[in-house]
């Protein structure tokens, strides 16, 4: 619900288990009251008994909390909008003298409004349905430059049943003279004085989602990303609580994560006054964003809410919301997503016709559901050197093209899918031979390569064009289902006659893409993978039915990353591997148990050689993604309790159960373990108490028959001094 105070100029904004308030003050300015769980009964705060000191010092007096910090009242902390005007205002006084540009804007209310139609910028335009189609609401509040032309609107859109409140800004200028934004946040959103631990992710190619939980020094404490997509090194979302006051089902906690895929940048302003204030959105570094007379802009979102309920209720929220607001959801014959296979890991370079066949039929008959040919199909492609951007099949592999293959895995029983890089290009290839000036680079200076690759320049209109053509040709063509879009570096040299807003312009070409051919072809499903896990965030997750994680495959490894990803993201969209027993990034050797169980955390895939195996491996296999297949409607549309984590005790515990408690899976896989220590037993979560629970296993076994109750007190029996390695998974469905 959104209430206005017409008397104290309040507005309120209800959400099922939450509130958050602002109020117009006596000089028209936009001020944050408060953000919180709600106490008992939703109520109102009528603003009149919040007032803060603002100024507490001559030397501090920049401490209002505007519901949007902008550069002119505020100058010396951080701030969300920086604007540059290039005309003089209407009135001067006498004595100004007449410089140009005004580095100063200030944004004073002059109305809102309440509407049901509101998109963020970059909201998708595939026309996809998501689960849950319903109007929200979104309140959009008017805010004007008294002596410029320029307007801000900030919005503020309710999904109630989660605690969700998208925020995003538009910006129109209404003058006669461009007007040079140098940054623009989404949204600024202040926390309670004092909430200064916060829980973020890091790492790099192969070791994506590293938790990092640290207290908040005073001053900014930076997350970005630097270049064309989300980035391995960072993603866009954080949690603040106070120290020590949060753990995994308890203590308050704030949320936010950016839906946009590009150069971003989240700066956390911890003020020696413990206030703490975040600006979330576009990275101010190499930025330039001109509004011509006329012009307005949108930004995407910034996604935030509160939980009481800990990390877990935080992450709780945001998956549901993803699950029912953010992901696709066209018709399909399943509701859930299929088990993968990936011919990468089988064949690499080395293609045709009869490897492929032979690997579709090992698939199909353990039970896979989607067969996916990897790099290698297209072009001059027989290594990594050459042939990306010429997406034509090659007929040095595929003499008849694709149709033989797919024929026989449709005859399978099976989907089809096929790995695409559709934003790269080899200089060895007839798209660079023909067009060299379409990729990013400055005149006169080195085009410095990646992995022997290129970036298509995507602020040149003409060049999602022509991708875009040669993708629908293909899919046109060919009975596709699935596409692994790919990409493989990050950006050198991001010269473009787009100018500094390459990096906006790179996403917008991506996005509209990945529109258009959803749009055109709607029973075509993409992943979005970018070297593993460089591309995640909800903005592509708007677009993709599931990313791809990391391209680190090792079970013990993949805990950790898939613990860290869990913390924002659900495990419908995250695709997990099994491969070889001899993991070819780590080197180390783990057990099909403990690679399953992991891998069973998400969507399933196999990336292992099919070929290596022999038939009692095969039947093995089999077994585990027929298991999968009786627990997956649980562990994709389940709701996730992270009993125990790595960081206690060197194992990770989850459970997925459905709303109602009718069913669970119970997860457990041990990384590290000491003589002598015993873990306690992880006490599950959202059982009903009173109903009788079995547990079984794999083989279908019942190993427990027990109380919700019992469960909830006491876990699961057997656990506890396992070593390293160590894994298991079980099904628990509730009794009649």
């Known amino acids: ?92 006084l006498p004595s100004e003298d007449a410089h140009l540009p005004i580095r100063d804007v200030r944004l004073r209310y002059t109305g809102h409004e309440i509407v049901t139609d509101a998109q963020p910028g970059l909201a998708p335009a595939h026309g996809l349905p998501t689960l849950i189609n319903t109007p929200r609401e979104t309140l959009r509040v008017f805010l004007d430059d008294p002596a410029q032309p320029f307007r801000v609107t900030l919005c503020y859109r309710l999904t109630p049943e989660h605690d969700i409140i998208e925020r995003w800004c538009e910006l129109e200028n209404h003058g006669m003279a461009a007007v040079d934004i140098e940054a623009c ?23 994506e989602f590293t938790l990092q939980r640290e207290r908040l020094p005073h001053g900014l404490r930076i997350l970005e ?32 994560l950016l839906a946009y895929s590009g150069s971003w940048r989240i700066a956390v302003d911890h003020l020696p006054t413990l206030d703490v204030r975040v600006h979330g959105g576009y990275n101010p570094a190499d930025f330039a964003l001109r509004l011509h007379p006329g012009e307005r802009h949108v930004t995407p979102a910034m996604v935030c809410g509160v939980s009481a309920n800990g990390w877990g209720g935080a992450s709780r929220r945001v998956h549901a919301f993803t699950r029912e607001r953010i992901s696709p959801r066209p018709p399909r014959d399943s509701a859930y997503r299929p088990v993968l296979y990936n011919s990468w890991e089988a064949t690499y370079f080395d293609l045709s016709v009869a490897g492929q066949t032979e690997l579709a039929r090992k ?72 067009h060299p000036d379409w990729v990013l680079h400055f005149p006169g200076r080195p ?55 390459v990096w906006r312009a790179h996403v917008e070409g991506v996005y509209g893409l990945m529109d258009r051919l959803r749009q055109k072809h709607p029973g075509v499903d993409i992943q979005s993978c970018s070297g593993g896990g460089g591309r995640i965030d909800l903005g592509i997750l708007g677009r993709t039915d599931q990313v791809w994680t990391s391209d680190n495959t090792d079970a013990l490894d993949r805990i950790r990353i898939q613990e860290g990803y869990s913390l924002a993201y659900p495990a419908r969209c995250m695709e997990a591997w099994v491969t070889h027993a001899h993991n070819h990034q780590t080197g180390r050797d783990n057990a099909l148990s403990t690679r399953f169980d992991v891998a069973m955390r998400g969507a399933l895939g196999i990336g292992a050689s099919l070929n290596q195996l022999d038939a009692a491996e095969l039947a093995e296999y089999a077994s585990y993604i027929a298991f999968y297949k009786r627990i997956r409607h649980v562990i994709q549309d389940g709701e996730l309790y992270r009993l125990q984590r790595l960081e206690e ?41 009173t109903a009788t629970y079995t547990v079984i296993d794999r083989s279908d076994r019942e190993l427990l028959r027990a109380t919700g109750h019992e469960l909830m007190a006491l876990g699961i029996p057997g656990d506890i001094n396992q070593g390293a390695g160590y894994s298991r998974t079980l099904h628990l469905k509730q009794q009649p």
């Not at 000191?53 to 030397?59: G, I, P, T």
């Not at 290129?454 to 993708?471: C, M, Q, S």
């Not at 373990?673 to 306690?680: A, K, N, Q, T």
């Open 1 to 92: 619900m959104i209430h206005f105070n017409s008397e104290t100029r309040a507005f309120n904004l209800l959400l099922d288990n939450s509130y958050y308030a602002f109020r117009v003050d006596g000089a028209d300015r936009l001020v944050h009251i408060g953000w919180g769980p709600l106490h008992g009964a939703p109520a109102l705060i009528s603003g009149a008994v919040v007032e803060r000191e603002y100024d507490v010092a001559s030397f501090e007096q920049q401490l209002r909390r505007d519901e949007l910090v902008a550069y002119g009242d505020t100058s010396y902390h951080e701030v969300a909008l920086k604007v540059c005007f290039n005309q003089l205002p209407a009135i001067m």
């Open 185 to 207: 946040a989404f949204a600024t959103v202040h926390v309670p004085n004092g909430v200064s631990e916060m829980t973020s992710v890091t790492g790099t190619w192969a070791r």
């Open 225 to 256: 990303s630097r270049t064309l997509q989300t980035s391995h090194a960072a993603n866009p979302f954080f949690f603040l609580n106070r120290p020590g006051q949060a753990w995994e089902e308890s203590g308050t906690v704030y949320f936010g």
């Open 363 to 434: 698939a199909a008959s353990i039970g896979v559901e989607l067969f996916c040919v990897d790099d290698g199909w297209f072009g001059a492609r027989r290594n990594d050197f050459a042939g990306l951007g010429d997406w034509v099949v090659s007929p040095a592999v595929f003499p008849d093209g694709l149709g033989p293959l797919i024929s026989e895995v449709k005859r399978l029983g099976m989907k089809f899918g096929l790995w695409v890089e559709p934003e790269m290009v080899n200089p060895d290839s007839d798209l660079y031979r023909a």
């Open 447 to 501: 085009r410095s390569e990646a992995r022997n690759q290129l970036i298509l320049d995507y602020g040149r209109p003409e060049v999602a064009a022509y991708i875009y053509e040669a993708l629908d040709k293909l899919l046109s063509e060919y009975a596709i289902d699935f596409i692994k879009w790919d990409m493989n570096r990050n950006a050198t040299e991001p010269g473009s006659p787009a100018g500094k807003g």
């Open 649 to 689: 005790f060197g194992a990770s515990v989850i459970e997925y159960i459905l709303p109602d408690g009718s069913e669970a899976v119970y997860s457990v896989a041990v990384r590290d373990s000491m003589v002598g220590l015993l873990r306690p037993a992880a006490q599950l979560c959202g059982l009903n108490p």
